[in-house]
């Protein structure tokens, strides 16, 4: 596609169809900012659930507004979007996760000079980047392209703002005293953001034979109501954001709701994390901490092959022993193997004997990501922005 001489910065138009929680959203918002910041891009950003916004960003106005630089408006997928009439005229058009853009939005979308893509799901996969870039003729002639993020050269990359950095440990502890629970005891903090899963109480378990002082900072509601329907927790247990709950050696923390802003820093903070979804699963790489991914569950186990992928990946960066115990849990959590009590210990053991030596494995990651180009990087060079 020929670029077109400009003389104002890019208009870019963003459509969020929210369906995950906050991951759809996370993510859409997080590259709206990025373009907003690195590209000095008019980003206009169409949303169906500005609730889920506004639990990232608990200062947001009502819609529609203009927050954080960011023009805010409202649509239903596949039939109206909000304000069009007070967008400048799209330079980029990206629909998130194929969602359907209205027959008005569409009308921009062939325009000759406009970029039309539908930015996907991350994956490891092969599939997905021989995917990447590609670009699908439709019916009418205009031209939509793919883009998928991931974690190669030649997918669509992570995004990493330019301005991403790692805070200082003073900076950590102050952020640590101001959050709104119980000061740290000298154990090691988890942070634990996860789904519902039979597999928290059989995991309790064996960190409480194990016998080391522990935190568990739980973030969410879904881990909780596991053990609350184990008949661990009582029923009036950790209902409240701060509260606390001791268990012999573990200590269970409710964790306040973090904004995007800040997971960051929570990230960084803590010892090791269980993530979920896409945006906290791509932070907790960045930030080169132990951690496990509790991906989404799908039918018919669909999101096993995306998870093998990309442990498939990552498993060169890694020790082989440490390795092996992580991939017992990680094949656990998400359902494609099944432990005994003394494999699931054994392998929790090694983990957190082994504890340096899985951090070293996930900085050397981590750093091979930070080493590449962001999304934002990639895109630009894909469309001539840079």
Not at 85 to 90: K, L
Not at 250 to 276: G, K, W
Not at 355 to 364: G, I, P
Request: glycine share 6%.
């Amino acid at each position: 596609m020929p670029i077109p001489a400009r003389h104002r910065p890019p208009a870019c138009w963003l459509f969020c169809t929210v369906i995950d929680n906050f991951g759809d959203i996370g993510v859409s918002w997080r590259l709206a900012t990025m373009l907003s910041a690195e590209w000095q891009a008019d980003v206009y950003l169409w949303l169906d659930d500005e609730n889920a916004l506004r639990a990232l960003c608990p200062d947001l106005p009502a819609l529609p507004c203009t927050y954080k630089g960011i023009h805010l408006n409202r649509w239903q997928e596949g039939r109206h979007a909000d304000g069009l009439h007070r967008a400048a005229p799209p330079d980029y058009i990206i629909e998130t996760f194929g969602c359907r853009l209205p027959e008005a939005v569409e009308h921009h979308a062939r325009r000759p000079d406009t970029w039309w893509l539908n930015w996907e799901y991350l994956s490891a996969e092969p599939w997905a980047e021989a995917m990447h870039g590609k670009a699908s003729l439709l019916s009418d002639g205009s031209t939509k392209y793919f883009w998928l993020m991931g974690f190669s050269e030649k997918s669509g990359g992570l995004l990493r703002e330019k301005s991403y950095t790692v805070p200082d440990s003073a900076a950590l502890s102050r952020w640590r005293a101001a959050l709104p629970i119980p000061p740290q005891n000298g154990s090691p903090e988890w942070l634990l953001f996860g789904y519902r899963s039979t597999v928290w109480p059989q995991w309790l378990a064996a960190w409480q034979t194990l016998g080391r002082p522990l935190t568990l900072l739980l973030a969410g509601h879904q881990i909780t109501d596991s053990l609350r329907q184990a008949g661990i927790l009582p029923a009036d247990a950790l209902h409240t954001a701060g509260s606390s709950f001791a268990l012999g050696n573990i200590r269970l923390i409710r964790l306040p709701f973090v904004p995007q802003s800040e997971f960051d820093n929570l990230l960084h903070h803590a010892d090791m994390a269980v993530v979920r979804g896409e945006d906290s699963f791509v932070r907790a790489q960045l930030a080169g901490k132990p951690f496990l991914w509790h991906i989404y569950p799908q039918d018919e186990a669909a999101h096993l092959p995306k998870l093998d992928a990309f442990w498939q990946l990552a498993a060169p960066y890694y020790d082989a022993t440490v390795f092996r115990a992580h991939q017992a849990l990680s094949g656990e959590i998400n359902g494609s193997e099944k432990l005994d009590d003394t494999a699931r210990t054994a392998a929790w053991h090694t983990l957190m004997s082994q504890y340096t030596c899985w951090q070293d494995s996930t900085h050397r990651w981590s750093a091979a990501l930070h080493a590449q180009p962001s999304a934002v990087e990639k895109l630009a060079k894909f469309c001539g922005q840079g």
